[in-house]
Nanobody, 129 residues
């Protein structure tokens, strides 16, 4: 299983970016897949948004209403649309996955990065004027 992120870059405050995560080697249907981020000066990764099923996504309070997660199982790709970006959103964004798992297990799964065993290489997002 491989995860490859793309779409990071430099954007001004208030701007938007869309990140993509290509999920290869397995089919995405039975996996929880999501985005975690690591802000400057903090080694800990925190969850931005995770997709637990085709219709169930969960986002951290800090991004809810600004970030939208979507998954295209046919293309085996996960997208994170990020709007109204602020400098506090600057960081390295990682795509991560856990599975395979049945739907009940996926719905009950947590948001700790320690619980996700597959990771991409990360993509840098910088929000600055």
């Amino acid at each position: 299983l491989y995860l490859v992120e793309s779409g990071g870059g430099l954007v001004q405050p208030g701007g938007s970016l869309r990140l993509s995560c290509e999920f290869s080697g397995k089919t995405m249907d039975e996996y929880i897949i999501g985005w975690f981020r690591q802000v400057p000066g903090n080694e800990r990764k925190t969850r931005a948004c995770t997709s637990h099923t085709n219709v169930t996504t969960r986002c951290d309070d800090s991004v809810r209403g600004r970030f939208t997660l979507s998954r295209d199982n046919h293309k085996n790709t996960l997208y994170l649309q990020m709007n109204s970006l602020t400098p506090e959103d600057t960081g390295i964004y990682y795509c991560a996955a856990h599975g395979p798992a049945d739907i009940l297990s996926r719905l009950a799964y947590g948001d700790s990065p320690n619980e996700y065993e597959y990771w991409g290489q990360g993509t840098q997002v910088t929000v600055s004027a």
